[in-house]
């Protein structure tokens, strides 16, 4: 850890206050007198692990700052010296490892006292708990450390699987027909070296490609280049892929298992896909535009990171399943970037892998590319021929799921809505939500709505009438927006007028077939309720008659 003198300290101050409100290894706190004990063990567990996934030196929880807006208003926490430093003890008795404040720093300035714990990262592999328990950060909430930080700090330290020596096997476990790919594909990636390539031997070539370690046959290299029978070196893990034919019903009408070599082994999978013509009418054309259901190369993307970040370990299978207009890939461990969005903002390599070794050796066999855009080229794809965004399913820790739907699900908007506009990536996922009825975070909720993409009220969205002209989505549109409430009143209103009166099943038949097609049977029904309690409760234009039940009528107030 770093020594700080009086004016390092001050500078370090200045350095954190300046720091966005959403840095997760900083906290600050008023604490203008005291602070629950439990808490400040929950922020020392999180803090410090904070600190270690995102690289510092420490974390740090300062007290006497207010935070919104951040200013100094001092402290008067523990003003004995002595019980102050008792903290570290108090605190090392309930962590793991008995891990505590590297230092307790106090600086008496001019707007008052201010206290700085510099805590310490988590243990490579280890992560801090408290009570038991493990604590993170989620910008400047606190909670429970979720499953993928607590794997990526495991990952600190824990040995690559992937670049693991297999120590009885040789050259002669390698597939040649692998091999002579890999040159083809090394040379594509590397030109420059194309003429050299022809003249090395397969161990300095695969050595170049960092498929070896020293002419050593690694995990990578059963994976990608082994013989179908050299996969028990792999043992106890698996490196298995299993594509399944699935029909509309659900059941099983094809499958057929792939080992090692994967590098070719994941063409032959490719090829079993029935990638069928789709048609479609395009800008009021009387001839269909055809394109094949699925992108060639958004299909083997997804199938290599699959490869590239499978955890064996698991001895789990990669799964793609072929269903009648959609492809399911499954592949075991968690998605260590945590989430799709976080990949498309950052559009960066992420900071961890779980196969780093694999994962360098296919990029350098052109099977993947870890400039970190991949998946936003997949989205961006998928919008440019008209089509759903892919569905990643993140909820299982232990696995991975994507589908990749090979037909637009509405031929009215959803596919000149992604061509037609201006609208960022985010929206078109969001929007992309709406069409699929997902439920969508308060922040895309909040955006779409602020420039008025979607209207209704939660759960039932839907584009908004703008968007919906702009793509023909004109009648969808009408039939699922509501009309005022003062038209439904008025139409009411006018039937009593009329007829001289109204009973319940009169007024929902009058009403039902005008509210939008969005909202169920049910709540049709308590929007009527609702409509025809206001009218008598708060504009008393109407009231019943003939007592409660079945045989009320509604009449006109007054009457």
């Known amino acids: 850890m770093k020594a700080y003198d009086s004016q390092a300290l001050h500078r370090k101050l200045s350095e954190l206050m300046a720091l966005p409100a959403e840095i997760e290894w900083v906290e600050f706190k008023q604490a203008s007198r005291s602070f629950h004990f439990d808490k400040l063990g929950q922020y020392f567990s999180a803090l410090s692990n904070e600190a270690r996934l995102k690289r510092q030196e420490a974390g740090w929880l300062i007290f006497g700052i207010q935070n919104h807006p951040r200013k100094i208003v001092g402290s008067d926490f523990r003003l004995d010296r002595a019980d102050l430093d008792n903290l570290k003890k108090e605190i090392a008795d309930q962590t793991s490892n008995r891990l505590t404040f590297a230092e307790i720093h106090e600086l008496h300035l001019p707007e008052g006292r201010v206290v700085m714990f510099e805590i310490p990262p988590a243990r490579p592999g280890v992560p801090t708990a408290w009570k038991g328990h493990h604590y993170g950060r989620d910008g400047e909430s606190i909670g429970p450390l979720n499953p993928h930080e607590h794997e990526l700090i495991l990952l600190v330290t824990q040995p690559d699987w992937s670049g693991e020596i297999c120590p009885n096997a040789s050259l002669t476990d390698l597939d040649p027909a692998a091999i002579a790919r890999a040159r083809e594909f090394f040379r594509s990636k590397y030109p420059n070296l194309a ?33 179908e029978e050299s996969e028990y070196h792999l043992e106890p893990a698996i490196a298995r892929i299993s594509w399944i034919l699935r029909d509309q019903s659900g059941m099983e009408k094809d499958y057929q298992h792939f080992g090692p070599p994967f590098l070719l082994n994941s063409n032959h999978l490719f090829n079993r896909i029935r990638n069928l013509t789709y048609r479609y009418m395009r800008d009021h054309s009387l001839f269909p535009v055809e394109i094949t259901q699925y992108d060639s190369w958004v299909i083997r993307e997804l199938l290599h990171n699959c490869i590239a970040h499978q955890d064996y370990a698991l001895r789990g299978r990669i799964n793609v399943v072929e269903e009648e207009d959609s492809l399911f890939f499954v592949n075991g461990g968690s998605f260590l970037p945590e989430s799709v969005e976080n990949v498309i903002r950052l559009d960066a390599p992420p900071e961890y892998y779980r196969n780093q070794f694999l994962t360098d050796a296919m990029v350098n066999l052109q099977m993947i590319d870890t400039i970190g855009s991949g998946i936003k080229r997949i989205f961006n794809l998928q919008r440019g021929r008209f089509f759903p965004m892919p569905d990643y399913d993140l909820s299982d820790p232990q696995r991975v799921k994507v589908r990749l739907l090979g037909k637009i699900l509405n031929e009215n908007y959803t596919k000149l809505l992604m061509k037609n506009t201006n609208l960022s990536l985010f929206d078109v996922i969001a929007l992309d939500k709406v069409q699929k009825k997902y439920q969508l975070s308060d922040e895309e909720f909040n955006r779409l709505k602020r420039i008025r993409l979607i209207e209704g009220r939660r759960p039932n969205l839907f584009v908004a009438g703008r968007i919906a002209e702009a793509t023909q989505g004109k009648v969808d549109y009408i039939r699922y927006r509501a009309f005022d409430k003062g038209h439904y009143k008025q139409m009411i209103l006018a039937f009593i007028k009329k007829f001289g009166s109204a ?28 409509l025809l309690q206001e009218m008598s409760k708060n504009d008393r234009s109407i009231r019943t008659q003939g007592g409660p039940g079945r045989h009320a009528k509604w009449i006109l107030d007054g009457n």
């Open 503 to 530: 009973s319940r099943s009169e007024i929902d038949n009058l009403l039902y077939e005008k509210l939008p097609d969005i909202l169920s049977h049910e709540q049709k029904k308590n929007k009527i309720r609702n």
């Open 195 to 227: 003429s050299e390539v022809e003249e090395w031997r397969d161990e300095t070539f695969l050595n170049k490609a960092k498929v070896l370690k020293n002419g050593k046959i690694t995990t990578t290299a059963i994976i990608l280049l082994g013989r």
